[in-house]
Antibody, heavy 124, light 111 residues
Framework: QVQLQESGPGLVKPSETLSLTCDVS?????????WTWVRQRPGEGLEYIGE??????????DYSPSLKSRITISVDESKNQFSLKMTSVTAADTALYYC??????????????WGQGTLVTVSS | DIVLTQSPDSLAVSLGERATINCKSS????????????LAWYQHKPGQPPKLLIY???TRDSGVPDRFSGSGSGTDFTLTISNLQAEDVAVYYC????????FGQGTKLEI
């Protein structure tokens, strides 16, 4: 059974870079899955951040258009984990961040496994 | 970008009754090459991660009670919860995965 666990600092200063990692167990980050970041800001709904697909030589990424200029998602095969980096954070980036696994086929991937989420607060 | 709009934003349903949540897409998420609608439904309870209920618009995920059913095609979709139980209280989201994914704004279900 696949398990995902987010980790990273709970507090980040404005204008700095948010870095989160998702440890994956029970599956390989090089399998035919997308590995995804989703967040939920306080009092709001789920927001897609971006994802990465590493089943091949060259990883593929997809990012939310509204966040694309500030985010990078990468995979570390040796540690079986994937990461999110978000630059120039503001208070609006305060949220509960989830990592998830995308499963499916034919370029259609839904999220069937999720981490418990990690709260990130942006504040000085 | 595809925008998903759910209705209603919230609803209250009696135990044992039926809840119906709608999701309308700004453009079709039906892919004719494989005859699939690229739409999923999730249940999200406080303090827990979202849980996949339905994918390909109408396929229940493993272990999901058959009280939950998904229907629709193209731009209009429905999640129906029959015989509502107390444990069904949650926020429900639709999500498309036809290109860059996005979620609906959520529907809060109460008893």
């Amino acid at each position: 059974q696949v398990q995902l666990q987010e980790s990273g600092p709970g507090l980040v200063k404005p204008s700095e870079t948010l870095s989160l990692t998702c440890d994956v167990s029970g599956a390989s980050v090089t399998s035919s899955n997308w590995w995804t970041w989703v967040r939920q800001r306080p009092g709001e709904g789920l927001e897609y951040i971006g994802e990465i697909y590493k089943a091949g030589r060259t990883p593929k990424t997809d990012y939310s258009p509204s966040l694309k200029s500030r985010i990078t998602i990468s995979v570390d095969e040796s540690k079986n984990q994937f990461s999110l980096k978000m630059t120039s954070v503001t208070a609006a980036d305060t949220a509960l961040y989830y990592c998830a696994r995308g499963s499916g086929h034919s370029s259609g991937f839904y999220y069937d496994s999720w981490g418990q989420g990690t709260l990130v607060t942006v504040s000085s | 970008d595809i925008v998903l709009t759910q209705s209603p934003d919230s609803l209250a349903v009696s135990l044992g009754e039926r809840a119906t949540i709608n999701c309308k897409s700004s453009q079709s998420v039906f892919y004719s090459h494989n005859n699939n609608n690229y739409l999923a439904w999730y249940q999200h309870k406080p303090g827990q991660p979202p849980k996949l209920l339905i994918y390909w618009a109408s396929t229940r995920d493993s272990g999901v009670p058959d009280r939950f059913s998904g229907s629709g095609s193209g731009t209009d979709f429905t999640l129906t919860i029959s015989n509502l139980q107390a444990e069904d209280v949650a926020v429900y989201y639709c999500q498309h995965y036809y290109g860059t994914p996005s979620f609906g704004q959520g529907t809060k279900l109460e008893i």
